[in-house]
């Protein structure tokens, strides 16, 4: 059996299902490269599931998974991921390529950053469909998460965007970077979109050094944010009460 399992954002943020789970398995994996925790490290989580995991990358996963599938034929089998898994497109197709194969599947969801976003004081019932921002390369440069934010923004809701991570060089994008690319694609198309919308920083989300701060595009630049991964909020139409919250919890001034 494959069991696609979510730790949460910090090895403390493990249910205790998913420890359950994991003791029962023979085999397990941990996929590094969507994301990482937000505080804690491998050996802790080692520590409190009583085994060692093997890491696997983005070249494993998407590639050479075959091989993982029919250990899962014949032992349990977990890939362990941070958050919780079916959010990312990647799971979503091993699980279908499991299903495919016939090998029997189990998933067991985690605390995501989706459910950290209510934290700032937004309504939850009022997000619309999540972006990635990802890195532009010379080669690359595209532009469709923009485009999300403005169909968010034209019926008012809120969009969470995700910010990218390049694990093989050890990069992950900032709130600072993020604006900035927004920030250019928006002067590109002479629009003024995502520079009037309240933004809300999220940094570290889950452990003891998570940050939230609202502001405008202009103060986010500002924002000192240590702690990662780091993910932005571009806000849609705010009522009353979203207002107030912002202001209390996120610093909204």
């Known amino acids: 059996m494959l069991c696609l399992i979510g730790i949460g954002l910090t090895p403390k943020q493990l249910t205790l299902e998913a420890l359950e789970e994991i003791k029962n398995c023979e085999k397990v994996y941990l996929e590094n490269y969507t994301s990482k925790y937000s505080s804690g490290k491998r050996d802790e989580f080692e520590d409190i599931i009583g085994k060692a995991v093997t890491e696997v990358g983005r070249k494993i996963i998407e590639e050479g998974f075959s091989e993982i599938l029919e250990e899962a034929r014949e032992k349990n089998v977990a890939l362990l991921v941070f958050g919780s898994p079916l959010n990312a497109t990647t799971h979503v197709q091993l699980l279908l390529d499991a299903k495919q194969k016939e090998v029997q599947t189990k998933t067991i969801p985690g605390i995501s950053i989706f459910e950290m976003v209510s934290f700032c004081g937004l309504d ?12 532009h390369e010379s080669d690359y ?45 928006e002067n590109k198309r002479e629009k003024a979109v995502i520079s009037e919308s309240v933004v809300v ?53």
Do not use: W
Not at 157 to 176: N, V
Not at 230 to 248: F, M, P, R, V
């Open 124 to 135: 939850r019932y009022k997000f619309g469909r999540t972006t990635t921002l990802v890195f």
């Open 141 to 185: 440069e595209p532009e469709s998460f923009y485009d999300a934010i403005l169909e968010n923004k034209k019926i008012g809701l809120h969009t969470l965007c995700l910010l990218d991570i390049k694990k093989d060089e050890e990069k992950m994008m900032s709130i600072g970077h993020a604006v900035s690319l927004l920030e250019m694609i």
């Open 201 to 253: 920083g999220l940094a570290g989300m889950g452990s003891d050094a998570q940050q939230l701060k609202a502001g405008t595009t202009e103060q986010a630049k500002g924002f000192r944010f240590t702690s990662y991964p780091q993910s932005l909020i571009i806000c849609g139409k705010l009522n009353e009460k979203e207002i107030e919250a912002l202001a209390l919890l996120a610093g909204l001034e």
